[in-house]
């Protein structure tokens, strides 16, 4: 059975950098995509950004590109979210989660996997 715990948040101030980690295990096959999502209160769940576990490619919203950088390290089997130049509009539950079935969908209703949630708290 895949699981993916999410872990690293934390209250930090506007203009600073926080690494997120997702420990992941239970892969049968070698082509799956590592995502990173967060929901705000009162806000939909929205996509952060992803990894390829084959080729490492990557992607980043709009809101967070230039500030974040995702990456894997395949022998820990962890994918990381390091955050810089943190805003409060930041401040959200973040959630990895992985697509194994190839929906290649960067939507919540597109992973079939999820982790538990790790808060991200940015004030200002």
């Known amino acids: 059975e895949v699981q993916l715990q999410a872990s690293g948040g934390g209250l930090v101030q506007a203009g600073g950098s926080l690494r997120l980690s997702c420990a992941a295990s239970?892969?049968?096959?070698?082509?799956?995509?590592i995502g990173w999502f967060r929901q705000a209160p009162g806000k939909e769940r929205e996509g952060v950004s992803f990894?390829?576990?084959?080729?490492?490619?990557?992607y980043y919203a709009d809101s967070v590109e230039g500030r974040f950088t995702i990456s894997s390290d395949n022998a820990k089997n962890t994918v990381y979210l390091e955050m810089n130049s943190l805003k409060p509009e930041d401040t959200a539950v973040y959630y990895c989660?992985?697509?194994?079935?190839?929906?290649?969908?960067?939507?919540?209703?597109?992973?079939?996997?999820w982790g538990q949630g790790t808060l991200v708290t940015v004030s200002s």
């Open positions: 989660a992985a697509d194994i079935d190839h929906d290649y969908v960067f939507a919540p209703h597109g992973y079939d996997y």
């Open positions: 239970g892969f049968t096959s070698d082509d799956y995509v």
């Open positions: 990894i390829t576990s084959n080729d490492e490619t990557t």
